[in-house]
């Protein structure tokens, strides 16, 4: 089991930045792949970012691509995702999730995960 706990969350002007960071506690063979999602009432569950263990390749989506950035401390087992230049559509329930090396799906895959946060709200106001 992995319990997965997102802080940093928070109301932010647009073009502001936040550091949002995601402790992962229990088996570390889980959180091989660790990712960040959002949602917004009503949508389905989006894509931002994914890291594998090493740091050696991430994916994001391209809505975030040059204003976010994903990193981790394994020592710490936990992973940031740094935000810059922050929209009003940026707003969300930014949601942590982890997944064994060995898990089928492709990294943007929401149904590949194994393990979720409860999540973290992000409000960017114009």
């Known amino acids: 089991q992995v319990q997965l706990v997102e802080s940093g969350g928070g109301l932010v002007q647009a073009g502001d930045s936040l550091r949002l960071s995601c402790a992962a506690s229990?088996?570390?063979?889980?959180?091989?792949?660790m990712a960040w999602f959002r949602q917004i009432p009503g949508k389905e569950r989006e894509f931002v970012a994914a890291?594998?263990?090493?740091?050696?390749?991430?994916e994001y989506a391209d809505p975030v691509k040059g204003r976010f950035t994903i990193s981790r401390d394994t020592a710490k087992n936990t992973v940031y995702l740094r935000m810059n230049s922050l929209k009003p559509e940026d707003t969300a329930v930014y949601l942590c999730?982890?997944?064994?090396?060995?898990?089928?799906?492709?990294?943007?895959?929401?149904?590949?995960?194994?393990?979720w946060g409860q999540g973290t709200q992000v409000t960017v106001s114009s």
């Open positions: 890291l594998n263990w090493s740091g050696s390749r991430s």
């Open positions: 999730a982890s997944r064994p090396a060995d898990a089928v799906g492709y990294w943007y895959n929401r149904y590949a995960y194994d393990y």
């Open positions: 229990g088996r570390t063979s889980d959180t091989y792949i």
